[in-house]
């Protein structure tokens, strides 16, 4: 192949390449776009109380968790409050006991990213907690970890298909009581 063949094949692979890569970033933030959060309910469990949005349906209350749906998309737009054994998660992921909140964080994210997932960012709190974003094969994924002592925690969890449901999240996170 001469020069100008390569170049014109590297260019046309390139734009190739660069268009997949518009359309799958397109793809990542379908679904349902989110409203305003309805007006906050509180549920709670042995060792936390959290706020959810109104217009979320509890789907399953144990002891030491809650599950939520939401109805614009049942299936996609989910959310979970659970107490969670941050050694456990560590261990789990190969990686060696203790470990600060932000490095659970890190550990719970490698667990998931065998499924694809992917964090984007994260976001140590003042209160201790670390927050995060990132993606999944239905859209996006905020995850919470906040510690209840020195191995447990309670971690929230929250799936949709777009960041138009940061509102949602916020609710979630901000409410979030343990102890």
Known sequence: MDGVRQRRCAWRFAFAVGVLGIVL?????TGPDA???????????INFCIDYPGDWTVLEEGDDFVTFAHPADPEIVLASAAQVNMEGVVTQAGESWP?????VVRAFWSLLG????RLSTLDPRRDGSVASLGT??????????????????VGVEVRAPNTTWSSHVDVFFDSLRVG
């Open 25 to 29: 970033a397109a793809c990542g933030d």
């Open 35 to 45: 409203g305003p959060p309805g007006d906050p309910q509180t549920v709670c469990a």
């Open 99 to 103: 470990q600060l909140t932000d490095g």
């Open 114 to 117: 065998e499924t694809g997932a």
């Open 136 to 153: 999944h094969e239905n859209g996006r994924l905020w995850l919470l970890i906040a510690p209840i002592d020195s191995t447990n925690a």
